[in-house]
């Protein structure tokens, strides 16, 4: 079992940057794999981010790719997603996501999800 506590959600002007941290407890966090994901009003729930063991492997969306990063820090059981450039279409809840084995972009194959955090662009 994963449990994951989000945290670094707000509300911030066109251009701003924000830094969700997810933080997880549970046995060997280093062998799942993490993902992003963020829903929009009247949208379905969409992989902005993942990141494989060890932080070998990393995806971006297209529509955040050289604004987002995502990192991971296995000693301190936490991953991160560091958002620059913020658009008011990046307005949406956010989540934490973790996966059994290798990294997935796809929503159904995660096992573990947090409880998601606001993120507000304004304009």
């Known amino acids: 079992q994963v449990q994951l506590v989000e945290s670094g959600g707000g509300l911030v002007q066109t251009g701003g940057s924000l830094r969700l941290s997810c933080a997880a407890s549970?046995?060997?966090?280093?062998?799942?794999?993490m993902g992003w994901f963020r829903q929009a009003p009247g949208k379905e729930r969409e992989c902005v981010a993942a990141i494989g063991w060890s932080a070998g492997t990393t995806y971006h969306a297209d529509s955040v790719k050289g604004r987002y990063a995502i990192s991971r820090d296995n000693a301190k059981n936490t991953v991160y997603l560091q958002m620059n450039s913020l658009k008011p279409e990046d307005t949406a809840v956010y989540f934490c996501?973790?996966?059994?084995?290798?990294?997935?972009?796809?929503?159904?194959?995660?096992?573990?999800w947090g409880q998601g955090t606001q993120v507000t662009v304004s304009s």
């Open positions: 996501a973790a996966r059994r084995g290798g990294i997935g972009t796809i929503r159904t194959t995660y096992d573990y």
């Open positions: 549970g046995r060997s966090f280093s062998n799942y794999a």
